[in-house]
């Protein structure tokens, strides 16, 4: 089995993964600051011959993580964001400063569609842009839908938005404070994703396809106005990609990959991002 693991600032999720078959066994996610329980909290060890991991959590908790899997497991990998791979070149002056999981996402994207835009909804929304050659163009952090909340301290913070919850609902003015709270933090987040993309892919003359991951893709993807795919394991598809270990792996086939989301035409997102500037 190999484990694969993304630990985030807010959750480490997990998942087992069967080298033979490549399909995915089981998956889990435990909070990322409270400590780890092997056997409990993260599957037994003894059934493990691979480890992949992504980290953005701190350097300690990465450390730690890393000393107690390598005592029990014969190959760790734990992937670094590096100035090229997989053909993509990092927008970063510093590649080693770009979150690993972004660079996980833009190297997954790129090889799923040639050129993308990936978003990462997590404890931060990321925006990252990798153009049909493999350049990297950088990309956008803003705070995500659960730290905006948290940041208002206005009481609501146990409150999440619904994800079933019909768009228009989430967009109309709220009535209480819980409503006002999550219906102004979504069309915060909406309208930054749909206003990026556009504007970037009129910068650089091609409409990109764009994807989504992270805990909150599918409540923002909702708010999106041009066509998008979800893909949830994209960060792991980065690490699979990087370090292929199954047959399926290494003949570019990478698991949960959506089918390519159709892209808008330039130049209807042009005259959409006219009028935007125009109001
Ligand atoms: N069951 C859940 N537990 C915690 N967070 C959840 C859950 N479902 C959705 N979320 C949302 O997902 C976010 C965490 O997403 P994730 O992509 O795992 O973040 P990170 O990679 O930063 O740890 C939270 O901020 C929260 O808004
Ligand atoms: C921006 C992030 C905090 C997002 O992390 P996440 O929301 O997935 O937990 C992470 O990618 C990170 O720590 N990046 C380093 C700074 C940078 O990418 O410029
Ligand atoms: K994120």
Redesign the pocket.
């Given at each position: 089995m190999i484990l694969d693991l993304d630990i985030?600032?807010?959750l480490s999720k997990w998942r087992l993964k069967d080298t033979v078959s490549s399909e995915i066994r089981s998956r889990g996610a435990v909070w990322t600051r409270e400590e780890w329980r092997p056997g409990a909290d993260i599957p037994d060890l003894d059934v493990v011959t691979a480890v992949r991991i992504s980290s953005?959590a701190r350097k300690q908790v990465l450390d730690e993580t890393v000393e107690l899997l390598r005592k029990q497991v014969g190959v760790v990998h734990v992937a670094h964001s590096t100035r090229e791979a997989l053909g993509v070149t990092c927008g970063?002056e510093e590649p080693q400063?770009?979150?690993v999981?972004?660079w996980l996402g833009a190297l997954a994207g790129h090889h799923l569609t040639g050129g993308c835009c990936s978003v990462?909804c997590?404890?931060?929304i990321?925006v990252d842009f990798v153009l049909p050659g493999g350049k990297h163009l950088g990309g956008y952090?803003l705070p995500?839908l659960r730290l905006m909340k948290e940041s208002l301290k206005l009481g609501t913070r146990n409150v999440a938005i619904d994800p079933d919850t019909e768009v228009d609902t989430l967009l109309a003015p709220g009535r209480n404070t819980v409503e006002a709270v999550n219906h102004g933090i979504y069309m915060a987040a909406v309208s930054a994703v749909n206003r990026l993309y556009a504007e970037v892919c009129d910068r650089e003359g091609v409409a990109l396809p764009l994807l989504l991951t992270?805990g909150d893709a599918r409540v923002v993807a909702r708010g999106l106005r041009v066509p998008h795919a979800l893909w949830p394991d994209m960060v792991y598809a980065g690490l699979e990609a990087l370090y292929p270990l199954t047959a399926a792996e290494r003949a570019g086939r990478l698991s949960g990959a959506p089918d390519q989301p159709r892209v808008p035409d330039l130049e209807k997102l042009r005259s959409g991002l006219a009028l935007t500037q125009m109001l």
């Amino acid at each position: 089995m190999i484990l694969d693991l993304d630990i985030g600032n807010t959750l480490s999720k997990w998942r087992l993964k069967d080298t033979v078959s490549s399909e995915i066994r089981s998956r889990g996610a435990v909070w990322t600051r409270e400590e780890w329980r092997p056997g409990a909290d993260i599957p037994d060890l003894d059934v493990v011959t691979a480890v992949r991991i992504s980290s953005v959590a701190r350097k300690q908790v990465l450390d730690e993580t890393v000393e107690l899997l390598r005592k029990q497991v014969g190959v760790v990998h734990v992937a670094h964001s590096t100035r090229e791979a997989l053909g993509v070149t990092c927008g970063y002056e510093e590649p080693q400063r770009l979150g690993v999981d972004r660079w996980l996402g833009a190297l997954a994207g790129h090889h799923l569609t040639g050129g993308c835009c990936s978003v990462d909804c997590g404890s931060a929304i990321t925006v990252d842009f990798v153009l049909p050659g493999g350049k990297h163009l950088g990309g956008y952090i803003l705070p995500g839908l659960r730290l905006m909340k948290e940041s208002l301290k206005l009481g609501t913070r146990n409150v999440a938005i619904d994800p079933d919850t019909e768009v228009d609902t989430l967009l109309a003015p709220g009535r209480n404070t819980v409503e006002a709270v999550n219906h102004g933090i979504y069309m915060a987040a909406v309208s930054a994703v749909n206003r990026l993309y556009a504007e970037v892919c009129d910068r650089e003359g091609v409409a990109l396809p764009l994807l989504l991951t992270g805990g909150d893709a599918r409540v923002v993807a909702r708010g999106l106005r041009v066509p998008h795919a979800l893909w949830p394991d994209m960060v792991y598809a980065g690490l699979e990609a990087l370090y292929p270990l199954t047959a399926a792996e290494r003949a570019g086939r990478l698991s949960g990959a959506p089918d390519q989301p159709r892209v808008p035409d330039l130049e209807k997102l042009r005259s959409g991002l006219a009028l935007t500037q125009m109001l």
